[in-house]
């Protein structure tokens, strides 16, 4: 993923993050509102950048917005098929795309900004999403779990 600030952003940068985060998403979204059986689950996964309005993460958060804006309007278009549509939207999560080519005090600036200080560990997110999938997850519907330790 590219980043750079509004100004700076050309429209290969544009492009790109609309063609995966975005486009890629509906897609997706099409076809299993198409094929989906009753009961089933629905988990996009967006980014906690929404949130934090970090300078050069501009397009890349209007893209994960779009996902969550999907999230609260398919899970009504569903009405009445028994299928709920919910988003996981990660904060700092130690992995190799990550951490790879980021400075140390960045890492470790990131890591104290959430209350846990801690980075998400990737066992968080599939624990989060395996909530969601699960019986346990049955009455949540249309909404976007923050599982980023408390940064926003």
Same mark, same amino acid.
């Given at each position: 993923?590219?980043?750079?600030?509004?100004?700076?952003?050309?429209?290969?940068?544009?492009?790109?993050?609309?063609?995966?985060?975005?486009?890629?998403?509906?897609?997706?979204?099409?076809?299993?509102?198409?094929?989906?059986?009753?009961?089933?689950?629905?988990?996009?996964?967006?980014s906690?950048?929404?949130?934090?309005?970090? @300078?050069?993460?501009?397009?890349y958060?209007?893209?994960?917005?779009?996902?969550?804006?999907?999230?609260?309007?398919?899970?009504?278009?569903?009405?009445?098929?028994?299928?709920?549509?919910?988003?996981?939207? @990660?904060?700092?999560?130690?992995?190799?795309?990550?951490?790879?080519?980021? @400075?140390?005090?960045?890492?470790?600036?990131?890591?104290?900004?959430?209350?846990?200080?801690?980075?998400?560990?990737?066992?968080?997110?599939?624990?989060?999403?395996?909530?969601l999938?699960? @019986?346990?997850?049955?009455?949540?519907?249309?909404?976007?779990l923050?599982a980023?330790?408390?940064?926003?």
């Amino acid at each position: 993923m590219t980043l750079a600030t509004i100004a700076d952003g050309d429209e290969a940068v544009v492009d790109g993050q609309i063609a995966i985060n975005l486009k890629g998403s509906i897609n997706t979204l099409r076809e299993a509102a198409r094929r989906l059986r009753t009961g089933g689950r629905i988990i996009n996964l967006s980014s906690s950048v929404v949130g934090l309005y970090q @300078p050069a993460y501009g397009v890349y958060a209007a893209t994960k917005a779009g996902i969550e804006a999907m999230t609260h309007v398919l899970s009504k278009e569903l009405r009445g098929r028994n299928i709920t549509v919910n988003a996981v939207a @990660p904060g700092p999560t130690a992995t190799a795309l990550f951490l790879d080519g980021k @400075p140390q005090a960045v890492i470790d600036n990131l890591t104290k900004l959430a209350p846990l200080e801690r980075l998400g560990q990737p066992e968080d997110l599939a624990n989060t999403v395996a909530f969601l999938a699960g @019986p346990d997850g049955a009455w949540i519907n249309g909404q976007v779990l923050r599982a980023n330790g408390g940064i926003i």
